[in-house]
Antibody, heavy 122, light 111 residues
Framework: DVQLVESGGGLVKPGESLRLSCAAS????????MNWVRQAPGKGLEWVSS????????DYADSVKGRFIISRDNADNSLTLLMNNLRVEDTAVYYC???????????????WGQGTTVTVSS | IVMTQSPLSLSVTPGEPASISCRSS???????????LDWYLQKPGQSPQLLIY???NRATGVPDRFSGSGAGTDFTLKISRVEAEDVGVYYC?????????FGQGTKLEIK
């Protein structure tokens, strides 16, 4: 089965760090770009970061730029989001999602994980 | 790019049609000529799921009662006959340029 499983969420204090992981299985991970999308409690969806299949292209939302780092290990079929200097407003469920995306092709975020909850509170 | 959905909620009788509008603050036409606009559904307690990509392409396994249309800056998701399992929040999203942005969401309830 095609699957994405997030882990690493938890309760942290403002200013602290957290590392989220996303384990991929059932598909050729190196063939897909990956996104992190978050959802604050009771709110809508917010794109956080994306990384191309070869990690040569990386982007961040302005709200996390300079604090979060996305990376991937295609040998290990894993995606990581290192979150530094966390703020209360980073509290959310964080989803990883795969996307088949190339310069002339795009097929949407067709597989999502179940999400991992990050709570930032003093 | 700002994405604006309407209505923000709707209540539909099973078997009746439903329509959700999404407007972008600038054209979503890619250099390839394709329109970069997705629709996602988040059912209660679940992760989002892809319904439509590139404006009008149904994702694998999506029933044909769902259809996407539109061009440029105005888009529509239509459900030809709403079923009970269609409840949830529908989001449009532009993947044309970063930061990728979602609409506010439209909550669909069953009457």
């Amino acid at each position: 089965d095609v699957q994405l499983v997030e882990s690493g969420g938890g309760l942290v204090k403002p200013g602290e760090s957290l590392r989220l992981s996303c384990a991929a299985s059932g598909f050729t991970f190196r063939g897909y770009a990956m996104n992190w999308v978050r959802q604050a409690p009771g709110k809508g969806l917010e794109w956080v970061s994306s990384i191309s299949n070869t990690a040569t292209s990386i982007d961040y939302a302005d709200s996390v730029k300079g604090r979060f780092i996305i990376s991937r290990d295609n040998a290990d079929n894993s995606l990581t989001l290192l979150m530094n200097n966390l703020r209360v407003e980073d509290t959310a469920v964080y989803y990883c999602a795969r996307v088949e995306r190339f310069e002339t092709a795009y097929y949407g975020m067709d597989v999502w994980g179940q999400g991992t909850t990050v709570t930032v509170s003093s | 790019i700002v994405m604006t959905q309407s209505p923000l909620s709707l209540s539909v009788t099973p078997g009746e049609p439903a329509s959700i509008s999404c407007r972008s603050s600038q054209s979503l036409v890619h250099g390839t000529g394709r329109t970069y606009l997705d629709w996602y559904l988040q059912k209660p307690g679940q992760s989002p799921q892809l319904l439509i990509y590139l404006g009008s392409n149904r994702a694998t396994g999506v029933p044909d009662r769902f259809s996407g249309s539109g061009a440029g800056t105005d888009f529509t998701l239509k459900i030809s006959r709403v079923e009970a399992e269609d409840v949830g929040v529908y989001y449009c999203m532009q993947p044309l340029q970063t930061p990728y942005t979602f609409g506010q969401g439209t909550k669909l309830e069953i009457k």
